[in-house]
């Protein structure tokens, strides 16, 4: 028995060893300081009961939809949606860098399977007659050839993942391609709500531009009735001079009415990706008339699912948290097999001779199975600097998120009151047309009986289309008021984020570790 004993005692020493040094390796990871955290989603309840919608509610995940602007009912702008989506430089640029953040997944996750290879090398090499080896064996070696040739059909290598470095590295970049897609989202919201907003604007300029051209008119027409009461006597030139400064102000207007309408048809071309020459025809008798969006029901935890820049932030969030165990794992060791199998040969002579016979034949027949372990005793900092940096990334991820979903509630609040109160705006100016309608029609009646000229009939036309005017503004910001929430709200984006009726914690997002 105590015979027994000694013959085991080497080979328990040894595993008493190698235990030790893997709880070495361990040891050597420095403890981090404590990590950001998430902010909770805060609720939007309010601002929503306040929004001033009216009828049903629409289901939190129906609205906006992905194509949120066929609501507007223009097929104008359909039709500029549809070039954008195209040929836009921004979306193909953030769909290359989708590629190449996917084609990063392949070559991480290549990591996790084991390499296998061939080779085969051939050499033939001269010994001088005048070198070491000639003076050491003058008669075999001067001016021999050295034949060498090695043909390994089999070479392997594996990396055993005990510490979960490549699982962790496969996630980060799966959590990177994950949030350069969002990022793609989110550029194609910024895109189309840009060009819609554009729209908004052209659209309603180019009713103003027809009625400033009505508004010239009725100065045109003043003008010539007060020149005519001037030559018969009537009426002094002050009248005149007065109408003909009226007139070049709407003349004015009319030319920077122009100049915007050519702004937003050159921005909408370059957002499109064309030229200038393909927008010159735009908002010929364009009439946007979109029917009262119904508002979704809930928004708190809904905007984590519905806001792509929250999804890349989460995202990015989950990719530092993965590459902060990647720069765990480097302390620990690393434990790999490589081996291969093929046929070498070597051979000395003089003149020539054929290496084929000998390298095919069975006695050349070689292989070899090297399982390795290696330990990182000591790294000059580099370790420890590689975990530090990358806790570093992780807590500036996690605030960015912070930010960004404070930015997000922001804007969804903004949006929804600018909604509320262009509503209540245009609600009052439509009371205020009512009554300039009733005034213009009382007007129209006293110059029908005689009691009022018709230069008080066109001043008061003027004035009413001076308030159409105003109301093509006002219907514009409503317009915006609606791109504007349909942004904030993610344009119907949808991700696969998991989230609950409760506010989440932290550790209840799947990616975050419990240490840090």
Request: aromatic content about 8%; proline content about 5%; hydrophobic content about 40%.
């Amino acid at each position: 028995m105590p015979h027994q004993f000694r013959l085991n005692q080497p080979l328990i020493v040894g595993c008493c060893a190698g235990f030790m040094l893997l709880l070495s390796g361990c040891a050597w990871i420095p403890p981090g300081d404590k990590p950001a955290g998430f902010l909770s989603t805060p609720s939007l309840e309010h601002a929503l009961s306040h929004s001033g919608r009216d009828g049903p509610p629409a289901p939190a995940g129906n609205w906006p939809h992905q194509r949120w602007w066929q609501e507007f009912g223009s097929s104008e702008l359909n039709g500029l949606m549809v070039i954008a989506l195209k040929d836009n430089p921004g979306l193909k640029t953030a769909a290359a860098r989708l590629r190449q953040a996917q084609a990063i997944i392949r070559v991480e996750g290549a990591r996790l399977l084991p390499f296998l290879d061939a080779e085969a090398e051939f050499e033939n090499t001269r010994i001088s007659e005048h070198g070491v080896f000639a003076a050491l064996n003058r008669t075999e070696a001067a001016g021999a050839n050295i034949v060498f040739g090695r043909i390994n059909p089999f070479n392997f290598r594996y990396e055993f993942d005990f510490w979960g470095k490549n699982r962790a590295a496969l996630e980060a970049a799966m959590g990177e391609a994950n949030a350069e897609e969002a990022e793609q989202a989110e550029v194609l919201l910024q895109l189309t709500s840009a060009i819609a907003r554009s729209y908004m604007h052209g659209a309603a300029l180019r009713q103003q531009l027809g009625l400033v051209q009505d508004m010239v008119e009725l100065r045109r027409g003043l003008l010539n009735m007060d020149e005519t009461r001037l030559r018969l006597g009537l009426d002094s030139a002050d009248p005149v001079k007065q109408a003909t400064i009226d007139l070049e102000q709407v003349n004015k207007r009319e030319a920077g009415i122009r100049d915007q309408l050519d702004v937003q048809r050159n921005l909408l071309a370059r957002l499109i990706g064309k030229g200038p020459d393909s927008t010159q025809n735009l908002f010929a008798g364009t009439v946007i008339n979109p029917e009262k969006m119904p508002l979704p029901a809930k928004l708190p935890l809904e905007l984590l699912r519905h806001r792509p820049d929250l999804a890349s932030a989460l995202y990015r969030a989950e990719a530092a948290s993965q590459r902060v165990k990647v720069s765990k794992a480097g302390f620990l060791p690393t434990i790999d097999l490589t081996a291969f199998a093929g046929v070498n040969a070597l051979r000395l002579t003089k003149g020539a001779s054929s290496l084929t016979n000998l390298l095919f034949s069975g006695s050349s027949f070689s292989y070899g199975i090297a399982p390795g372990l290696r330990l990182p005793w000591f790294e000059g900092g580099r370790l420890r600097g590689e975990l530090s940096a990358q806790r570093a990334e992780y807590d500036g991820a996690v605030e960015l998120y912070n930010e960004t979903l404070l930015h997000a509630v922001q804007e969804v609040a903004d949006s929804l009151s600018r909604w509320r109160e262009t509503q209540a705006i245009l609600e009052a100016h439509g009371r205020l047309l009512s009554a300039q309608h009733e005034n213009l029609e009382l007007v129209a009646q006293r110059f029908r009986s005689g009691l009022n000229d018709r230069r008080a009939l066109l001043a008061h036309q003027h004035a009413l289309l001076d308030q159409e005017y105003a109301l093509k503004t006002l219907e514009a910001d409503q317009r915006v008021a609606i791109v504007d929430l349909v942004e904030a709200l993610g344009g119907g984006y949808v991700n696969d984020l998991k989230t609950t009726e409760q506010k989440p914690e932290p550790k209840q997002f799947r990616w975050l570790p419990w240490e840090i």
